[in-house]
């Protein structure tokens, strides 16, 4: 096989569903794609937390075992508190005219936290920032930005900052000073190797 389809096969390679035995498990930070009896799913394993996910269904019985969706947070569920803190932040930037962004973290020693990142540059029209080198141990869980006073949605940046490794985005749109969290508008998707699964937020009633 040549160099750049062994190197695409290495990052995602697509497995069977075996019908027999189960699914031979995944390792921190590996992602695969999985041939199952009713299509192709795709499964993250991130240390904090091991996803599975469809992304096409069969219309035809493919001779595959079976697997089923999975969402196993190994962190817990993430703490309310840090993003009613970040709620409170995007809310007071609203007031200056500014988006808010941070992310939410977890290792198994460290616990969870809320990162800013250091601004470089911060213009009427944008901002250019960088984040801080998460230790071996520490996991970015959430990634969380805010729109102000527009509404929330997922735009084509937002796309390309959401590739890679597992983790949660969040935006939060319809923001101003002293609005809580329940009264903001939100959306929450669960990034996996660059394919989004919207999620309902635990805080929002159905
Ligand atoms: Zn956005």
Redesign the pocket.
Known sequence: MNRKDEVLQTHLPTVMAPRFEPLPALKAGETRLVMAGDGLWIEAEGGFGHFRRPLWRSDRNLPYGRVEACSQLRCGPIPLKLIERFAKQANEWTDQGSEAVAWITWGPNCGWELLEPKILIHTAVSVRYTWPDLGPDTALVLDV?S?GIGSA???H??DRSDLGFPHYSL?LGRCGRNRPLTQLDCKLRLCLAGYFFDEQAPWVQA
């Open positions: 930005h729109h949605f997922f735009s940046t937002d935006v």
